[in-house]
């Protein structure tokens, strides 16, 4: 006699579900880690665009060794970074600073806005400029 088994038991059901459990609960936080690097590494490329478009600033205009540039004074070489994103106005104190000139190059400073709450301002001085450093100096404000 042929027994005719077209059916999945309860059991392999089970077992299916438990394995895809264990792969959601290794997949998930990874899927996280990555979400995190891909905002960082959005912060680091537009720390990048404004210490381009500090030096494209200074190429028009004569900037001095020691030059502090405010937002208003780069945004018009910078595409792309929305201003909402980021605390340019200083929360209603007026323009902020965005890049000072070094020895070392750039020091690019974005403050993330509450919303966000992404910065680009290293504590030590030497990673502060964008084309040296990586995502690394990203900082999340908690």
């Not at 059916?7 to 089970?14: A, F, I, P, R």
């Not at 020895?103 to 966000?116: M, S």
């Not at 301002?121 to 040296?132: G, I, L």
Request: proline share 2%.
């Amino acid at each position: 006699m042929i027994k005719n088994n077209k059916g999945v038991t309860l059991v392999e059901l089970l077992i299916v579900i438990v394995v895809m459990g264990i792969i959601a609960a290794f997949a998930i936080p990874a899927v996280g880690t990555i979400i995190d690097n891909t905002q960082k590494d959005a912060i680091h490329a537009d720390a990048i665009a404004v210490e381009n478009a500090a030096n494209l600033f200074c190429a028009q205009t004569s900037c001095a060794s020691n030059e502090t540039l405010m937002w208003s004074e780069v945004d018009d070489y910078v595409e792309g970074i929305s201003i909402t994103y980021y605390d340019f106005d200083g929360s209603g104190t007026g323009d902020v600073i965005v890049a000072s000139k070094t020895a070392n190059g750039w020091e690019i400073q974005l403050n993330g806005t509450t919303a966000t709450g992404y910065d680009w301002m290293p504590t030590v001085a030497a990673d502060r400029v964008p084309s040296q450093n990586s995502r690394a100096q990203v900082t999340i404000a908690d």
